[in-house]
């Protein structure tokens, strides 16, 4: 992986110097620490930049941004390409010239002129973002992988277009003002995170994942989706469901196992040392039996725990699966002074709030796997997602089975009476928020499940947001007039963004079973844009490369093809993907409770760390900006406290919410700068 950074000026007279991307693109030394270069077109109207993290084809050849043979086309790409290596010969026999060994970053730009941008992405399989320049029309493309593995940010200012892998690149282009984006922070509020194209920045957005966007000459952007995770592409043959149901079993099982393999191994390409995160839970403990069987070293493996929460840790479960597969083990403990000593860096390398405290030991994971020789990793995120490991996810399924369902046959006058009861008892009683909002979206036809984290549901929002503060929005106009935002993003009702998901799937592809919709909408927003996001940044941060084999393209696409009563037969969160590596990982793993990766932040804000987010909160100069009822703020801080309920989600959200604030817009950046 690596950190690009483009500037594309359509305007009369503007310019693009060597010395603007040199600072742009090195802000973001931590994403490649191996070198830094640049290219200025002639007309010094176009500029990329590339910081390169070695990975495969260490040579000085495989340098970037890279050209084609004659100068034409130019590139700068973040990522990986797993499958480059099938595309050189038939490239060469078309006539392409190769200045490099093994470059994967190569077979972009002769593929692009040999297939065009359409047939390109329709053959590569990897985790990417890049910009691509052609001068035979003048045009820049920039695109984001398929799932989003990597993210992308752009925004048009004064005559320009400008991208980067990160959001401080474009900060750092002194024509940029910073400040808050109010609609994207209302989403971030339920989401945890901003959904894309928004940004907490006003005027920054990100390419939502399989997106890219083409700029012409005269500044026109149009955005094109050229992947979606949606049923109807994992080839299962149409008679399945008249099989015996071991028929039907053994084809599922099958099938996973033999895309789970092909993903792992093609993403053991690497020309340095690689490694796991070892939780010993199902998905990591598979990553590390596939890994085995293409090595003839032993794996190194990283575990995380926390030093006074012996409860949280999984550092006896990961000892099973290292003893197992004969890796060296690594471990990690950490503790709140730890914690508390990383939070700025944390809020630097985020870019915008990522309220999700898993980043806290992703974190120090990620230090510890650099720290050991390490410059890849594979970890395990999208199983969950895909195959209904969460709990929430079951919860979801018999809450739209049992209650849903039947309250919906009610009479509506019946459905809105008992809506408006349980939101007015609510009131007194904070904790039945989550049952007044269910109740509320059945009585108004919305869906039982928005994200598989939801932070302030609208009730509690309500209470908290002063929505005739968040103004009218006019600066998205343009992206509006270009259909790369939805207007309704602009509503202050955060159904708006999930339903921009559920209503084209549910026309394009109607009758789909319950979870099938679930798991697209976690696909379009809370993976992408949360979890992808997070492994990201942290990752990355430490110059880290996280791969994701299951979010391997082929397993996605046959995955969709599982209904629910696969994936959660007889009440078994998984099960089918647990059936799939019964012979693969030790049975203790695969039937243990599901613990989850997080961090005792409920614990640590009850003590002094929480009088010090109160603080902190309170006294940050967001609030100045009229946007939230303080008091409610206030309480919940004290019921927290008091244990009334458990409101550390929410504290933690606000406080990462202020925190970026003050750091990147407020005073405190100003003093910074």
């Known amino acids: 992986m690596c950190g690009i ?6 305007g009369q007279q503007r310019r693009v ?34 910081r390169r993290l070695s990975i495969v084809d260490l040579s000085n050849s495989a340098n970037q941004p890279m050209p084609n043979e004659d100068g034409r086309v130019w590139i700068t790409f973040n990522g990986e390409i797993y499958n480059h290596t099938s595309f050189r010969q038939p490239l060469e026999q078309a006539g392409h010239v190769f200045r490099t060994n093994h470059s994967d970053t190569e077979i972009l730009v002769h593929g692009f002129e040999e297939w065009g941008i359409d047939g390109l992405l329709s053959r590569i399989s990897g985790d990417y973002a890049f910009g691509l320049y052609d001068s035979r029309d003048d045009s820049l493309l920039v695109v984001r992988d398929n799932i989003g593995v990597k993210p992308l940010y752009f925004m048009v200012f004064n005559g320009l277009f400008a991208f980067a892998s990160e959001i401080k690149a474009l900060l750092a282009h002194p024509e940029v003002e910073r400040d808050i984006d109010p609609h994207a922070m209302l989403h971030y509020l339920s989401f945890l995170t901003t959904p894309a194209p928004m940004t907490m920045f006003k005027g920054i957005y990100k390419i939502p994942p399989g997106c890219y966007l083409r700029v012409a000459s005269d500044g026109q952007i149009k955005m094109h989706r050229y992947y979606d995770a949606v049923p109807g ?17 053994d084809f599922y099982v099958q099938g996973i196992r033999q895309k789970l393999h092909g993903a792992v191994e093609r993403r053991m390409m690497s020309d ?27 794996l190194k493996t990283f575990t995380v725990g926390f030093k006074d929460f012996q409860h949280l840790n999984e550092l006896d479960y990961a000892k099973i699966a290292s003893k197992r597969f004969n890796t060296q083990h690594h471990e990690v403990l950490i503790s709140e002074a730890d914690m508390i000593g990383y939070l700025e860096n944390l809020i630097h390398h985020q870019d915008e709030p990522l309220a999700d405290w898993v980043c806290i030991p992703l974190y120090f994971i990620s230090k510890l796997a650099r720290e050991s020789g390490v410059t890849v990793v594979q970890v395990g995120e999208g199983s969950d997602e895909q195959f209904s490991g969460y709990a929430s996810y079951m919860g979801y399924q018999r809450l739209y089975r049992k209650y849903w369902e039947p309250f919906r046959q009610l009479p509506k006058s019946v459905q809105r009476l008992a809506a408006a009861t349980a939101i007015g008892a609510s009131a007194f009683k904070p904790e ?3 049952y007044a909002d269910i109740i509320d979206r059945a009585a108004r036809d919305r869906e039982h499940f928005w994200t598989g984290a939801m932070v302030f549901w609208n009730t509690d929002k309500d209470r908290l947001v002063r929505y005739d503060a968040l103004g009218s929005g006019d600066h998205h ?19 708006n963004v999930v ?91 695969i039937y243990r409770k ?19 987010v109160e603080r902190s909160v309170t006294g940050s100069e967001l609030l100045s900006r009229g946007y939230f009822n303080l008091d409610f703020i206030k309480q919940l801080f004290s019921d927290h406290r008091s244990k009334k309920r458990d409101t550390s989600l929410q504290i933690w959200t606000l406080y990462n919410l202020t925190a970026w604030y003050d750091y990147w817009i407020g005073n405190k950046s100003a003093a910074r700068a």
């Open 432 to 434: 039945w928020t989550v």
């Open 272 to 298: 340095v040392p690689f490694g796991v995160f070892l939780s010993g839970g199902i998905d990591s403990s598979t990553n590390v039996a596939l890994m085995s069987e293409f090595t003839d070293q032993p």
């Open 594 to 612: 599901k613990m989850g990766f997080g961090a005792p932040m409920a614990d640590w804000l009850r003590g002094s760390f929480g009088e010090h």
């Open 17 to 50: 110097s060597s010395d603007l991307i040199e600072t742009m693109r090195d802000s973001m030394v931590h994403r490649g620490p191996d070198g830094g270069d640049l290219w200025i077109s002639q007309q010094e109207h176009v500029g990329l930049g590339h």
């Open 477 to 495: 106009k343009p992206m509006i007039e270009a259909n790369i935002l939805d207007p309704k993003y602009l509503v202050p009702d955060s159904f």
């Open 5 to 10: 950074v483009g500037v594309f000026a359509f």
């Open 233 to 249: 592409k994992g080839n299962v043959p149409s008679d399945l469901s008249s099989l015996s149901e071991a028929a039907q079993e």
């Open 499 to 589: 339903n921009s998901f559920y209503a084209p799937f549910d026309k394009a592809y109607p009758r789909q079973d319950p979870l099938t919709r679930m798991i697209h909408s976690e696909f379009r927003l809370r993976l992408p844009e949360l979890l992808l996001m997070r492994v990201d940044k942290i990752s990355m941060s430490v110059s880290l490369e996280a791969r994701v084999p299951f979010l391997d393209t082929e397993l996605v696409d046959f995955s969709f093809d599982i209904p629910e009563e696969w994936k959660t037969k007889n009440g078994e969160a998984k099960y089918i993907l647990k059936k799939a590596v019964e012979d693969l990982i030790p049975h203790e793993l």
